[in-house]
């Protein structure tokens, strides 16, 4: 070929040329050769075993606020004494190289001893089996951390027992991870420890956030409880290597609203070597943060609530109390007895505890999630039934005597005999009203005819949820017209209705509606819980994410003039001396309100407790909010109104210290006169 012909010319110069470029191609060669077939297992090793892995970083989650934005949610940082396992590789070697068997050879012979060390003697390592090796590294990271678990615990003062199952996990599943030897560490322990840091390499401090109840135990049940889940919510990547610890709410309003409250979680991705210990880390995506949720609640008028329950009734008491705006359907409190700290589930619970509050049933929102009768508070559905249907509010009807029972009345039934707790007499409607007189209720109730009282009751929409709290929330318990069409309903049956008893079951806040609709002209309202949201970042947004409120779910359709018949007869149990209700009076204050007391009877129709309830609403004139009060009790001798007036006295308390409100009743007269018709 040419350039071999060239070669063979006499040409030093040509000749040299020619012998570099041979020499660079072979270099290069050569290079190429090691690279390839020498070392390319080594740089296949280094490929297989360094990735990436991407860590799950929870977004801070949105704070609860009252309607006047005092927090009831928030999150605190907790602080986590952590191993970092990627900074012990060194110790772990220099601890397994203390572990290892070594054979010590003397000029005496060949001994095989353990543990010591001569210096007449040289050292040689004993050959190990693969798992004698893998067992031998797995005490060494023990031995180290354990160590570093007592060295710290001495300085706090604590004792920091390592759990080798947990250890194991955590190193073989989350390598690149920071291991928890001491969570939520306090004020004094983390002074403690950064005294004392700089002795402790391989361990930090691990900052997190944590939700945080304030007010502990204040509107437990309509805040939530929160537990732990790090898995990823709708909308963001679904896999991650890691994912720091996150939480979700599983009742209450953390719950309804996790979606809102708990942000989009950010990424962060990690180089991590052969052993699965981190490199490097870069930050992929920021954390979101969830948006604040302020609610119709009153903190002060909330407090209220579940303090009068506490100071009449105890802290077992099986209790629950509802205050309600009777024209926006806000609810300013909804209190529940006996109730729970949800710090404990935010934090982590503790079996015991956990177990005291099942036995409580603590957990149970009974202001809407259990059915109670409602005894007499239900004759105010009656009584409107009835007017509708032709009643005269004016017309006498005399109570027989009771012969068991002498000074108290009864009503026969066919061959069964209802007891009356209003004492024998003539009575017109707002004196039957006040004594709450079974005979009379019965009576009309069963000639009004019980299709009217069961289309009356479905206005209120009884036997229905009121979608406060969705899949916490029961509907009760109110028959059809179907069933009280039929042939096995009968007179008794109808009787037991009229008086709140039977096939009747309501919850606290489904008597607040009610008793709303009563006080403001027959609207039927959807209760509200939420006022709107905000964002974290900008909370006095122009604009926030509001409810509406005051959304109308139905209209009674009843006469204006029965109403205030139903009305003035509540005004007049509460004010008049007479009434059942004046334990929950408040002088200067017009307080509308009706009792009741159901019988609690157990398999055998035994009567075991009570149903004590008062429903209200106040002021008179220009209603503005609806108290319910509920108390279950096994404890004889009570009433509603003994039982739960006075918890709604203190309620109205501190409605007209917020609110300021006052309404004399000076230059009015409410006492009843059967003879007197009120004013229509």
């Given amino acids: ?190 002074a403690r420890f950064e005294e004392n840091q700089q002795d402790d390499h391989g361990v930090n401090l691990q900052l997190l956030a944590v939700r945080y109840y304030p007010y502990h135990t204040t509107a437990a049940h309509v805040l939530g409880e929160m537990q732990q889940d790090n898995q990823s919510a709708a909308g963001e990547d679904s896999f991650f290597n890691y994912r ?52 119709t609640l009153d903190l002060d008028i909330q407090q209220a609530a579940e303090s009068a329950i506490l100071k009449y009734q105890g802290p077992n008491a099986s209790a629950s109390a509802v205050v309600m705006e009777v024209h926006s359907g806000d609810v300013l409190a909804l209190a529940s007895s006996p109730t729970f700290d949800p710090n404990d589930f935010a934090q982590g619970i503790t079996a015991a505890k956990y177990k005291e509050i099942q036995q409580l049933t603590a957990e149970k929102n009974r202001a809407t999630i259990e059915n109670y009768a409602p005894g007499s508070i239900f004759k105010t559905v009656v009584a409107l039934a009835a007017l509708e249907h032709g009643l005269n509010p004016h017309a006498i009807y005399d109570v027989q005597e009771n012969p068991e029972r002498p000074g108290r009345g009864c009503i026969y039934i066919g061959r069964r005999k209802i007891e009356d707790t209003a004492p024998p007499g003539p009575y017109d409607f707002e004196k039957a009203f006040m004594h709450s007189s079974n005979a009379y209720f019965i009576t009309n109730g069963l000639w009004a005819g019980v299709e009217n009282i069961i289309r009356m009751g479905d206005r209120f929409h009884l036997g229905e949820r009121t979608g406060l709290l969705p899949h916490q929330e029961t509907a009760g318990e109110f028959p059809t017209l179907a069933h009280v069409t039929a042939p096995d309903w009968r007179a008794g049956d109808t009787a037991n209705l009229c008086i709140g008893q039977g096939e009747i079951a309501v919850t606290p806040i489904q008597m607040a509606v009610l008793i709303s609709a009563i006080a403001n002209g027959g609207a039927v309202l959807w209760p509200q819980l939420v006022d709107h ?148």
């Fill in 1 to 190: 070929m040419l350039i071999f012909d060239e070669l063979k010319k006499n040409d030093p110069q040509l000749r040299l040329v020619a012998l570099v470029l041979v020499a660079g191609f072979l270099t290069l060669l050569t290079g190429l050769w090691w690279v390839q077939v020498v070392t390319s297992r080594k740089y296949q090793t280094h490929q297989e075993t360094q990735a990436y892995r991407t860590i799950r970083i929870p977004a801070i989650r949105g704070k609860i606020l009252d309607r006047e934005g005092r927090v009831l949610a928030e999150n605190r940082p907790r602080y986590n004494l952590c191993v970092y396992f990627d900074d012990l590789g060194g110790a772990f070697q220099q601890e397994y190289d203390r572990l290892r068997p070594q054979q010590v050879a003397t000029s005496g012979g060949i001994g095989w001893k353990f543990w010591r060390r001569s210096s007449s003697s040289h050292l040689n390592r004993v050959r190990l089996s693969r798992a004698q090796m893998d067992a031998l590294t797995w005490q060494a990271r023990f031995n180290v951390v354990d160590e570093i678990c007592r060295r710290v615990g001495a300085q706090l003062g604590v004792s920091l027992p390592l759990d080798p199952k947990r250890f194991v996990r955590s190193y073989e599943e989350e390598r690149a991870m920071p291991f928890v030897i001491m969570p939520n560490l306090n004020d004094a322990q983390m």
């Fill in 244 to 295: 720091l610890p996150d939480y979700r709410g599983v009742t209450g309003v953390e719950a309804i609203y996790d979606d809102q409250l708990h942000g989009h979680a950010g990424m962060d991705s990690v180089l991590v070597n052969s052993q699965g210990l981190r490199q490097s880390e870069v930050v992929v995506s920021q954390p979101e943060a969830g948006e604040n949720l302020v609610l």
């Fill in 533 to 680: 949201f905000e964002s974290m970042d900008t909370p006095l947004a122009p604009n926030p994410s509001r409810f509406s409120a005051g959304l109308v779910r139905d209209d009674l359709n009843v006469s204006a003039r029965n109403l205030e018949v139903v009305r003035h007869a509540m005004l007049a149990d509460v004010q008049s001396p007479g009434g059942s209700g004046t334990r929950a009076a408040v002088p200067g204050f017009e307080i509308c309100g009706k009792t009741g007391t159901a019988q609690i009877q157990d398999v055998h129709n035994r009567t075991v407790g009570h149903n004590y309830w008062f429903a209200s609403f106040a002021p008179y004139e220009n209603p503005k909010y609806a108290v319910v009060v509920m108390v279950q009790s096994y404890v004889e001798g009570g009433s509603g109104g003994l039982v739960c007036g006075p918890i709604a006295h203190d309620i109205y308390e501190e409605i007209i210290q917020k609110t300021g409100a006052s309404h004399s009743l000076a230059n009015r007269n409410v006492k009843p006169n059967i003879l007197q018709s009120p004013p229509l």
